[in-house]
């Protein structure tokens, strides 16, 4: 049995140096299971809070067809948003605070009262006070991103920064969410195209998934919580000089460059 501890100490530390690991725990213990692997997130996350972040919200991963393709990985998982992630848009991503950084395109949710598990769409609808677009900036600290569920899980989902569209709206206003388009580009040409089905169907269904997740290990989404609902087409890799552009039907465009 591996050292928990000894797990998110390393994770934390290739994040922090931007230095990788060179395999992903599961090649070594294949005894690391889900259970172990979201005890790690949590100490992984808790350390970001002693350095002084806090949690904002949660993030689902691997909730579309292609993400899961893209990963090898056939299962959604969860992981944490803290404070210290939220990118400014304006700004230039740094590649050097990064290992291997790549953007998605996501549909975020802002949770305005707490939802009841089971979940369900329309109670995850009637408790969200607004929907956004997002781009998702994704780094694992797994080299070459080869994992399995359980290191990915352990490694807070490749979460890393966050860009908040600038337009949010009451899903009642947006009309159906899973109907919504989504058109990704990069450097001015479409690389993919999806719709908001492409999460688990319907991305408040994706939210209802994670409530429920959360549930059974007795934890709840805060109201003011924001939640991105995982990423609806591949993720794309940021270089030097790469201008990332999502836009999402009725949400407005958001744009990140390095
Ligand atoms: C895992 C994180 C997946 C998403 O939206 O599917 C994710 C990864 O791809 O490294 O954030
Ligand atoms: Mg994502």
Do not use: C
Not at 46 to 67: D, P
Not at 117 to 130: G, I, M, S
Request: glycine share 10%; no cysteine; aromatic share 4%.
């Amino acid at each position: 049995m591996t050292d928990l501890g000894l797990i998110a100490e390393r994770l934390d530390d290739a994040a922090r140096e931007r230095r990788p690991l060179g395999e992903p725990v599961t090649d070594a213990d294949s005894g690391f299971d889900l259970r172990a692997a979201y005890e790690v997130q949590g100490m992984v996350v808790a350390k970001r809070l002693e350095r002084g972040a806090r949690v904002m919200g949660a993030k689902l991963g691997l909730t579309s067809a292609a993400k899961q393709r893209q990963m090898a990985v056939s299962e959604p998982l969860y992981g944490w948003l803290t404070t210290d992630m939220v990118v400014d848009p304006t700004a230039a991503l740094d590649l050097d605070t990064f290992i291997h950084v790549r953007a998605e395109p996501e549909i975020g949710f802002l949770i305005g009262r707490e939802i009841p598990a089971p979940a369900t769409v329309p109670a995850v609808l009637a408790a969200t006070d607004a929907v956004f677009a997002a781009i998702e900036l994704i780094d694992s600290r797994y080299d070459g991103f080869r994992f399995r569920h359980p290191d990915v899980i352990a490694d807070n989902a490749s979460s890393a920064g966050v860009v908040l569209g600038p337009v949010a709206r009451p899903p009642a206003e947006v009309g159906d969410l899973a109907l919504l388009g989504a058109v990704l580009r990069k450097n001015g040409a479409v690389v993919h195209t999806a719709a908001g089905a492409a999460a688990l169907g319907h991305p408040a269904r994706a939210v209802a998934w994670l409530v429920d997740r959360l549930a059974e290990r007795g934890q709840t989404l805060e109201p003011g919580a924001t939640v991105l609902s995982g990423g609806l087409t591949d993720a794309i890799a940021m270089e030097r000089g790469s201008v990332v552009g999502v836009e999402i039907d009725g949400l407005g465009a958001v744009e990140v460059r390095a």
